[in-house]
């Protein structure tokens, strides 16, 4: 299953629909780009700017997260130009329906070259892209 960063935010830290990400996502083999190793670092820090996690947790689910890249719970596909300019391709492809955004767009196509199952986001353009694409999407 391919998640985007939305997801394993709710997965490592608790939002109100974590739970129901973490029964979505149990069984599956986790998959994403390597464009999450910066996003999660960034959303993690912009929790603790906002007062809702404390620096300690934030380190802690840090670790968590490097020993699941060890341990290969989860799987990072490398970026590469193709996957750069599949993702230009998107943006066309769902304009003007979708605002699909840059980061958003390297997200499907790395999604595009893999056989992981369905894609798992919580970002409503991305999910809207999606279906435009005619990519499955978990739920």
């Known amino acids: 299953m391919y998640l985007d960063t939305s997801v394993f935010v709710k997965l490592y830290t608790r939002e109100p629909d974590s739970a ?3 029964r979505i996502v149990a069984g ?3 998959v994403s780009s390597e464009l999450l190793y910066t996003e999660l670092w960034s959303a993690l820090l912009a929790k603790e700017r ?3 996690l404390l620096p300690e947790a ?6 968590i997260f490097e020993s699941h890249l060890l341990d290969d719970v ?3 596909i490398e970026l590469n130009g193709h996957v750069l300019r599949e993702a230009a391709e998107m943006i066309a492809r769902v304009h003007p329906q979708v605002p699909l955004r840059t980061l958003d767009a390297i997200h499907l196509a790395t999604f595009a070259g893999l056989d992981s199952g369905p ?6 353009r991305m ?3 999606a279906r435009l ?7």
């Open 127 to 129: 999910i809207d892209a």
């Open 74 to 76: 989860v799987e990072l």
């Open 20 to 22: 129901e990400c973490e």
């Open 28 to 30: 599956h083999k986790i």
């Open 50 to 52: 906002a007062g809702t």
């Open 58 to 63: 934030r380190q802690r689910v840090w670790r």
């Open 119 to 124: 894609l798992f986001t919580g970002d409503r």
């Open 133 to 139: 694409l005619s990519f499955p999407l978990a739920r």
